[in-house]
């Protein structure tokens, strides 16, 4: 399941961004990469760990912790403390898929990447180029959102960013481990979960039908959860 979820941040904490990535200290985003994925990669990034990146990525971790369509797409367990990176002069990251495994810095805890998520944090007219192409059975699509927006989908993509040929994209990104491993089945309990959202609207909290969906919802998070 791909997924867009716009407004993750306010316009005022992607200023509040944009303001420390400019005076942000950049390295190399080799750091962080595969043994595929270094060669094809060219970009910067801050340096994982670091004082800045951790203070914006608890503001990133804050807002996912907000949306609530977030939450119901992703079930997520474990988040990755998320990271900062930045394309320009035609820097680019080639096809490539995410490790599958990301043991996170200063602890004990491996992350599976179930998921994978860019939070853009640049204009869409301020630069060229600079697209996500994700690859699905239906060929590749292309992403670029405002700012502020995030997308969402299978860390078992193949995917790329196209070379950014005028002005600098921001992003921040990241993966998750979900309650439910399976893509399929979570795309259903969150197809579900929209749908019993729309009829307590409809209907009120209280309907019977709404009450017995609610239940079919949460029996199945206790078939296909792990926690
Ligand atoms: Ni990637």
């Given amino acids: 399941m791909l997924l ?29 990469a595969g043994l595929q994925s270094a060669p094809v990669k060219d970009n910067d990034q801050m340096p994982e760990g670091s004082p800045a990146a951790r203070a914006l990525g608890d503001l990133v971790l804050d807002a996912l912790g907000r949306s609530d369509l977030f939450v119901a797409a992703a079930l997520p367990l474990r988040t990755f403390p998320p990271l900062f990176n930045r394309y320009a002069g035609g820097q680019a990251f080639g096809t490539h898929i995410d490790n599958a495994i990301r043991p996170i810095r200063g602890t004990a805890i491996k992350l599976r990447t179930d998921l994978s998520a860019t939070l853009f944090l640049s204009d869409p007219d301020g630069y060229d180029g600079g697209e996500l192409i994700i690859e699905g059975n239906a060929g590749g699509q292309a992403i670029k959102l405002p700012a502020g927006h995030l997308v969402l989908y299978p860390a078992a993509s193949l995917h790329q960013v ?37 009829l307590a609207a409809e209907r009120g909290i209280g309907d019977a039908e709404v009450v017995n969906l609610t239940g079919i919802y949460h029996n199945l998070i206790r078939r296909w959860a792990d926690s």
Avoid: Y
């Fill in 162 to 198: 196209t070379p950014v040929t005028r002005g600098v994209r921001l992003a921040s990104f990241f993966w998750v481990q979900s309650m439910v491993r399976d893509d399929g089945a979570r795309a259903l309990l969150f197809d579900l979960d929209r749908t019993i959202q729309r």
């Fill in 4 to 32: 867009t979820i716009p407004d993750v941040l306010t316009p005022a904490e992607v200023a509040h961004c944009r303001r420390e990535l400019a005076a942000a200290a950049w390295g190399d985003g080799r750091a962080t």
